[in-house]
């Protein structure tokens, strides 16, 4: 047989059948559901009278519009209490799993996942929430669906799909001190753009990817989407055993000696090709983030706002101006003397506890600035408990964090953490769109060490200075 | 079943921006429903109406010229962000049944098939012909023939464009995929029982 790539054989081992025109019928292994996208998938198949195919294969979990402060009240926001009680109503009319918000084990549908091992190597997962490809770190084939493909899948396990073609990304070499996977892929952002990865699957490689841990590897893929990605995955190793070996719902004795062996043969073989190949060096790779409203506006924290007409493209110096206007922001502004209100930390993109353990690290007998509210939300309630089992909440709420309960809070801005107009902030999460944290904020992404630095100073600032 | 899409003939309304994400085609406070419906008139929101609630002139959509239009020209990589289907909705919603762009985000170009809306992707030239056309002569109809593959304005121009057979197919007849699915039942469960055996970890 041919060389093939970990997407390819992922893709292989997925075919249900192939009709003439190459499209596919491909089986899902793993589908998670939220309160959002689901509602008019469940109604589907109550009009259909359909049932759910495979409620082993299906887990559920709220958390896009679930309050982060005291679980005892009610959900204030009625729309919001609806679409929490609708999945809930759903999942018990429907008999599928469902972590409702008393339960430990309730957080970001991304961090649980991989948190009780439903998430393994070699599967196909999916979710409609495009940040799925943060999955793909675990050599998973994972991607975002919208509404009519998770009722498609609910009611047949499966999805029709063409194959998408190939893009690795190595990143070769070492990352200095105080960089981090949030910096690694925000740069590879800015050298691709947003749209670069269209109609690609990307398998990122190199030195510095497998020099990551899981929580790192996690953070690049969930933003391989925002490269326009379909997918992002990284081959799995004894880093991914590692971190499954023992959870919930990993594998136990034979099957997972069976599993790993399995698992060992997804690597991308010797000699395999690509459609693309894109290398980068990791020691030109500096603390990263972004001055506009899409993620490939980026520049090194030492940088300055960029003016429009340093870009070559019309449609993209327009585009500038707008981002500029929006964001307030004058070109040629020293990056670290832009002055931040807000600090989030949090997301399916860094809420996990290493990145806790970042900030920690940096807030350490430090304290927020005045002006500065610095949010931190917990990815899981496990992530939670364990952060203050280690002392980290302790730390935080001392250096005058808000420690606040577990969801995907102020990254999209569907519950009560927003930003007011006008109000800037230094985000952790992995979109800086226009309105997404609120009507008027502006966004700048950065790692969570960068935030955490950016919390006490109340500007945004070079951590590696601090 | 979706309606079929077939020829559409219809005005053109531009939307001259670039990297259009789904946050700006329905910000966040409108994903809380528990319809497919309704969602029109809170497309484009944020940009659409002033903070009185006012509409904003400056927009294009909301111009008098633009009212009734069923094809939506716009900039590159349209749709890109979220997974949200409320986007298509919103804009199927507003009217829209075609949308053409150089490049669409992935997962709203499916979105929008599963909701019987033609994304068509062409060069940035025949774009930028189409956006002018549409600014400037806003009364005069766009003919897209999804048959012929063909979008044609009077004996102005005619351009071809790309579509995935299958897909076509799907529009043309207004099918429904998980009916389509639901027929090769015998598979997907001989697939099941393979993968059972196989891997019996899963």
């Known amino acids: 047989m041919a060389p093939r790539t970990l997407y390819q054989k992922i893709w292989d081992d997925h075919v249900v059948e192939q009709s003439g025109d190459g499209t596919c019928l491909i089986y899902i292994d793993r589908h998670l559901v939220h309160e959002v996208t689901s509602p008019q998938a469940f109604e589907g198949l109550?009009?259909?009278?359909?049932?759910?195919?495979?409620?082993?294969?299906?887990?559920?979990?709220?958390?896009?519009?679930?309050?982060?402060?005291?679980?005892?009240?009610?959900?204030?926001?009625?729309?919001?209490?609806?679409?929490?009680?609708?999945?809930?109503?759903?999942?018990k009319e429907f008999d599928v799993t469902l972590f409702d918000l008393g339960d430990k084990r309730q957080g970001i549908v991304h961090i649980i996942g991989p948190e009780q091992g439903f998430t393994q190597p070699g599967m196909t997962i999916v979710c409609g929430d495009s940040h799925t490809s943060t999955h793909g770190a675990f050599g998973a084939l994972a991607f975002g669906i919208g509404t009519s493909e998770v009722e498609h899948v609910?009611?047949?396990?499966?999805?029709?799909?063409?194959?998408?073609?190939?893009?690795?990304?190595?990143?070769?070499?070492?990352?200095?001190s105080g960089v981090t996977a949030k910096d690694m892929i925000l740069s590879i952002i800015g050298e691709i753009g947003t749209a670069g990865g269209n109609g690609y699957v990307i398998e990122f490689a190199g030195e510095a990817i497998r020099n990551l841990s899981m929580e790192g590897r996690m953070t690049v893929c969930n933003m391989a989407i925002e490269a326009g990605a379909r997918a992002g995955m990284i081959a799995p190793d004894e880093t991914t055993f590692q971190y499954i070996k023992g959870r919930p719902m990993a594998p136990k004795g034979e099957d997972w000696d069976k599993a790993v062996a399995y698992w060992k043969t997804l690597a991308s073989d010797e000699g395999a090709t690509y459609d693309k190949d894109v290398v980068l060096k990791a020691e030109d790779i500096a603390p990263t983030v972004t001055w506009g409203t899409t993620p490939e506006d980026v520049v090194p924290i030492t940088g300055c706002v960029p003016s429009p007409e340093d870009f070559d493209d019309q449609n993209k110096q327009n585009s500038?101006?707008?981002?500029?206007?929006?964001?307030?922001?004058?070109?040629?502004?020293k990056m670290q003397d832009i002055e931040v209100d807000v600090v989030f930390i949090g997301s399916c993109t860094n809420a996990r506890i290493e990145d806790l353990r970042e900030v920690a690290k940096v807030a350490k007998g430090k304290k927020v600035a005045d002006k500065v509210h610095a949010l931190v939300v917990p990815g899981s309630g496990l992530v939670k408990a364990q952060a203050e089992e280690e002392g980290i909440a302790d730390i935080l709420i001392e250096a005058g964090f808000d420690w606040r309960e577990p969801g995907c809070s102020m990254c999209l801005g569907?519950?009560?953490?927003?930003?007011?107009?006008?109000?800037?902030?230094?985000?952790?999460?992995?979109?800086?769109?226009?309105?997404?944290?609120g009507r008027g904020g502006r966004t700048h992404l950065l790692s969570p060490a960068m935030a955490a630095a950016a919390a006490i100073t109340g500007k945004l600032t070079d951590v590696r200075k601090l | 079943m979706m309606q079929p899409f077939k020829v559409l003939k219809a005005?053109?309304?531009?939307?001259?921006?670039?990297?259009?994400?789904?946050?700006?085609?329905?910000?966040?406070?409108?994903?809380?429903?528990?319809?497919?419906?309704?969602?029109?008139?809170?497309?484009?929101?944020?940009?659409?109406y002033n903070e009185d609630g006012s509409e904003n002139e400056d927009f294009s959509l909301n111009k008098r010229e633009y009212k009734g239009a069923e094809i939506l020209i716009t900039g590159q990589n349209f749709g890109c962000g979220s997974s949200r289907e409320h986007a298509p909705w919103a804009i199927l919603d507003m009217g829209f049944h075609c949308i053409i762009s150089p490049s669409f985000a992935d997962i709203f170009n499916n979105n929008c098939f599963k909701n019987g809306i033609l994304p068509i992707a062409l060069p940035q030239e025949q774009v930028d012909t189409l956006m002018?056309?549409?600014?400037?002569?806003p009364d005069d109809l766009l003919e897209i023939d999804l048959e012929r593959q063909m979008i044609t304005r009077g004996n102005k121009f005619k351009f071809e464009f790309e579509i995935d057979p299958f897909r076509k197919h799907c529009l043309l007849n207004g099918l429904d995929d998980i009916g389509l699915t639901l027929q090769k039942e015998s598979a997907i469960t001989n697939f099941e029982?393979?993968?059972?055996?196989d891997k019996p970890w899963l």
């Open chain 1, 46 to 91: 109550r009009m259909t009278g359909r049932k759910v195919r495979n409620l082993g294969a299906t887990l559920a979990v709220m958390d896009h519009n679930v309050p982060t402060t005291d679980r005892s009240q009610p959900i204030e926001q009625e729309d919001s209490r609806i679409q929490v009680e609708t999945l809930r109503n759903n999942c």
């Open chain 2, 193 to 197: 029982k393979k993968r059972s055996s």
């Open chain 1, 414 to 437: 569907m519950n009560p953490d927003q930003l007011k107009p006008g109000q800037r902030c230094a985000s952790t999460s992995n979109r800086n769109f226009e309105g997404r944290q």
């Open chain 1, 320 to 333: 500038a101006k707008r981002m500029l206007e929006y964001m307030g922001l004058k070109a040629g502004t």
């Open chain 1, 154 to 176: 609910l009611a047949t396990q499966t999805l029709i799909q063409k194959p998408s073609k190939t893009l690795r990304i190595a990143v070769d070499g070492k990352l200095s």
């Open chain 2, 132 to 137: 002018e056309e549409a600014k400037n002569n």
């Open chain 2, 11 to 48: 005005k053109a309304a531009p939307l001259d921006m670039i990297n259009v994400d789904t946050d700006v085609i329905v910000p966040k406070q409108f994903l809380k429903t528990v319809k497919r419906t309704g969602l029109g008139v809170n497309a484009f929101f944020d940009i659409r």
